[in-house]
């Protein structure tokens, strides 16, 4: 699907691209950045992350990424749900980097909120709200200032390692730094510049998210040294290109609404 063009937000639903998460890697053999070792993390085609590394990590079997905000709460992509009310068909996997470990701890759905207002421009985030609560794996707190919408930024996922590429079994990793707005507006018109954040190798390509890696955490360290949501794995031109970054949802710009959502869910 899409392979060639710009992924939207709908894409991951939409098909092939099921899978989820994105995997960040870096796509293309041909795209690869220089082997430097101080750079970016040798991501070239993405390396495993390990079990526990990101323990908030969850897989939906839409064929997206999500991270656990609360113990029966995921926070996702807007372009992975059909929109908002109960739905039992979704079924969160976690707790595992491969998707086929027997630890895995799997829970369905009851209800998926939507962002209100998502009409496919901006505004790319949902909850899900589980069946029962997901005991004993941490969970991911959200940026709520954008005092962390810059520097270095992980991101996960089981999505494709290339474009076009096959869902992975296992977690994949990768580290992308922030593409101010000014320069991820020159690559993609359409930008929502207040609701969206950009990240990749604006030069050189290779790594990224991909098909399969929406709904996804992209995530750094805070000033404590702890884990933060900074971004929802959104869209991209293909998948690590040259000067075609990955955009996400800015999270911090959606803390209030996403807290208000989550509590209208019940926590
Ligand atoms: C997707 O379809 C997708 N390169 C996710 C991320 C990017 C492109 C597509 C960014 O899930």
Known sequence: MNTFGKTLRRSVAA??????????????AQAQPAPDASAAPPVVGGTRAEQGEFPWMVRLSMGCGGALYSKTIVLTAAHCVDGSGPDTSITATAGVVDLQDSNAIKVKSTEVLQAPGYNGTGKDWALI???QPIENVPTLPIAESNAYDKGE???AGWGADKEGGNQQRYLLKATVP?????TCKGAYPDLVEGEEICAGLM???????CQGDSGGPMFRKDDGGAWVQVGIVSWGEG?????????YTEVSHFAADIKKGADELGG
């Open 15 to 28: 098909g092939a691209v099921a899978l989820a998460a994105f995997s960040l890697q870096p796509l293309s």
């Open 129 to 131: 709200k589980l069946a």
């Open 153 to 155: 930024f992980g991101v």
């Open 178 to 182: 922030f593409v101010d707005d000014g």
């Open 203 to 209: 030069d050189t390509g290779g790594v990224d998210t």
């Open 239 to 247: 998948c690590a290109r040259p000067g075609k970054p990955g955009v």
